[in-house]
Structures are given as C-alpha cells and as structure tokens.
C-alpha cells in the first residue's frame, strides 16, 4: 500500500479534497494507495476533526514546544515516518522548513501555494496579485525543494482577477481550483 501523510495548520479544506477524491475514486483499491495520517502543528486545526471523522490517523505536534526549527523538524520526520510516507503533502502547512527535513523526503514531497508561481512567493499572495493589477492568478502545486515557494511545477490552475476584488474574494475563487488540481497532482504521483 502505498502511503499519503498530508501536513495541515488550519482548515485543511485541500487535505479534505484529496481525502474525498480517494474515497470517491477508490484510490485504495485502484491504485493502492490511501491517505494514512494527517499532521498538524496546532491542535485547534479544523481539518483535524474532518480527517478523525473520516478514520484517518491524526498527529499533533506542536511547534511552539520545540526550541528550534531543527528540533521541531526532527521530531517532525519521526512522527510522519511512523507512517511510512510515499508522499508527503503539504497542504496550508504554515511552517517553514529545514534543509535536512526537506531532503530526506527529496523526490517525495509537494506543495500547494496560492499563486502562479514563480510570481509571490511567500505569504499574502492575493493582496500583493491585487496591489500589482494582475488580471490573473492562480495556485500552483509544486515539489519541494531548499528554496521556499521553488521547485519544479506540476500543476496550475489560473483564475480571473476582477473589478473590486479583495484578496478574501480573490482567495475563494483560487480556492476552489485548488481542490481541483491538488487531488490530480496527488493521484498523478501515485499512479506515476
Ligand atoms: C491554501 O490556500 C494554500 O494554498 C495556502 O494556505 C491555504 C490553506 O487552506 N498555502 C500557503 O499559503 C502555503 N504557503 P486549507 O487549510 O483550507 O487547505
């Protein structure tokens, strides 16, 4: 069986689509593979009930009992290889990460960020898509590499900027292609 971590802070709504794209298209018994834990930094993350919900195992860490960022990723590493990961998925995972956590999953960790990249790297990405008078902007999910928002691109979805949007409204309509393209990235890679 081939083994899903997904990595969320807060709402995990991209966690809860790759989760429901599994089920609806039996990646189990197609593909045999499953998403087999969920991990979270903060214990008030939302998508922690859906995944207790959906009989998926969920982990906490909590980065704020660590000293350090190479402390918190170390232990970090143990508690996602517990579950043997042929993927690891970042998904709204706020934390920024070390070198060593990023290459001993070289080759087997992706991402999803709330731009086209590589435009807006980095945080508030629809405001600074709205400040530049972009017409377009997007999200892309992209593998994972030392440099934060860099690595090769798998897949995007490009959506409108239009008159008098906020980076809220802007937010939601990428939103929604993100639950498109990040269940296909992910089913891509277990199907590769
Ligand atoms: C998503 O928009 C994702 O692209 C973004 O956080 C949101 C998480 O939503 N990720 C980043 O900004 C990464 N730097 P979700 O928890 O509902 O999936």
Known sequence: MKNIVILISGGGSNMAAIVRA???QNWAKQY???VS??????AEAKGLVFA???GIATEVLDHKQFDSREAFDAELTQVIDRHAPDLVVLAGFMRILTPGFVAHYEGRLINIHPS???AFTGLHTHQRAIDAGCKFAG???HRVT???DVGP???QAVVPVLQGDTAELLAARVLVQEHIIYPQAVLNLIKA
């Open 153 to 155: 691109i798998l897949e």
């Open 32 to 34: 045999n593979a499953r």
């Open 146 to 148: 030392a440099e934060l």
């Open 37 to 42: 834990a969920v991990v979270s930094n903060k």
């Open 139 to 141: 999200c892309t999910v």
């Open 116 to 118: 086209l990249l590589p």
């Open 52 to 54: 207790r919900d959906n």
């Open 22 to 24: 599994s089920q609806q």
